[in-house]
């Protein structure tokens, strides 16, 4: 559903409609209070911080997956500050321990290189573990492929070298239910289970899609339940999407329509730049009003303005023929949108927007040549 209205915006914007993201957090704030885990927000899937105080109400924190995303989490919600890197670069390592509360290494070697420092900050620091246990069928996303860079496998696991270790973190998931989660726990306690009660704190990692409807929350609690009390440890979680899944939308236009055997809709919005997912997962991101060829009248395959030809989008298919100048809105398009969008073909990035039912629409930031031109030389 969309609560605003579409043209009150030049498009293409994002808008991020707050009463949807705080359903979401209020399904996270469930699972922490029937489980005792703590959970953050995972920058790197959404980075909106005009929201973080919303979102810091219901949350533990952020995690980041470098310097600048750790900085946004310290400075925009100033809670539990996370972070794990696959190598952290010395020339950042002393402002990194400033501003973070956990540091996760990827492997023994950069633990031993920065572990005086990290100890002498009272930063609380773990290893990412690889249980070589994959749930998923999408290599690029799947930590625990063969010959994976991240993670340290159970015959390269060093427990002589665990002096100042308080945590383990595996991060295997990408858009799964709980019952992944199990297997995955499985392989980790064959394989890291007599080192878990050494621990303080377990990460269970981001990919839970916890605030889909059909996810099974039951069997996520009692396997926190049963972790935590079994080896006394802190599980956290750090989901991504679940926090703002299905809360934000990307509104464009319609500029032009071509008939070259198909109709076809160039819009103001571009999968190459402004919803890079569409193309990397790939992804078919949900159209507002449109359905299944077979029950709709009028099918338009959507294109982008770039020159890339294979800047598609997807073939959608409505009751009404489209006309220039309409809004197409493409729902799920807060997560892993404006953290990848990007200028190629000096493409205009798109706005940014809120919407609550209380306030209505709001610009928060817009973008101009300016914004293309300072990342260029």
């Not at 609690?221 to 679940?242: C, F, K, M, T, W």
């Amino acid at each position: 559903m969309v609560n605003f209205n579409p043209r009150e915006l030049k498009t293409p914007y994002y808008v991020v409609d707050e009463d949807l993201l705080e359903q979401n957090l209020q399904i996270l704030a469930k699972v922490k209070a029937r489980s005792g885990c703590k959970i953050l927000l995972a920058q790197k899937a959404f980075s909106m911080f005009s929201l973080y105080p919303l979102i810091g109400r219901y949350l533990d924190g952020t995690t980041a997956s470098g310097l600048y995303e750790a900085k946004l989490g310290y400075e925009e919600m100033g809670k539990e500050n996370h972070i794990f890197s696959p190598a952290y670069l010395p020339d950042e390592i002393d402002e990194i321990l400033a501003i973070c509360d956990h540091l996760v290494f990827n492997s023994f070697h950069q633990w031993l290189t920065f572990k005086d420092k990290a100890l002498a900050s009272g930063r609380s620091c773990g290893l990412r573990i690889n249980p070589e246990c994959s749930t998923q069928a999408h290599a690029i996303y799947d930590p625990c492929s063969p010959a994976s860079r991240l993670g340290i496998t159970s015959a390269n696991f060093k427990p002589e070298l665990l002096e100042g270790i308080e945590g383990l973190h595996f991060h295997t998931l990408c858009e799964q239910n709980a019952d992944a989660l199990v297997t995955t726990l499985h392989a980790v306690e064959e394989k890291f289970g007599a080192y878990l009660s050494q621990m303080k704190w377990l990460n269970f990692g981001g990919g839970h899609h916890i605030t889909r409807t059909d996810y099974d929350i039951e069997t996520l609690s009692q396997v926190i339940e049963r972790i935590q009390n079994q080896y006394d440890v802190q599980v956290y979680l750090e989901p991504g999407e679940a926090i703002a899944l299905n809360t934000g939308f990307l509104v464009s236009m319609v500029v032009d329509i071509l008939d070259n055997g198909l109709k076809i809709a160039i819009l103001d919005t571009s999968a190459a730049c402004h919803m890079p997912d569409v193309l990397e997962m790939p992804y078919r991101p949900p159209v507002i009003n449109s359905g299944l060829a077979e029950e709709k009248l009028y099918t338009y395959r959507f294109g982008g303005p770039t020159c890339l030809a294979g800047d598609i989008i997807g073939d959608y298919s409505f009751d009404e023929p489209l006309n220039i100048g309409d809004n197409v809105i493409f729902g799920d398009m807060a997560i892993y949108s404006m953290v990848k969008n990007n200028t190629f073909n000096g493409m205009k990035l798109p706005s940014i927007a809120r919407y609550n039912n209380r306030e209505g629409l709001k610009l928060v930031k817009s973008f101009d040549y300016e914004d293309f031109k300072k990342r260029l030389s």
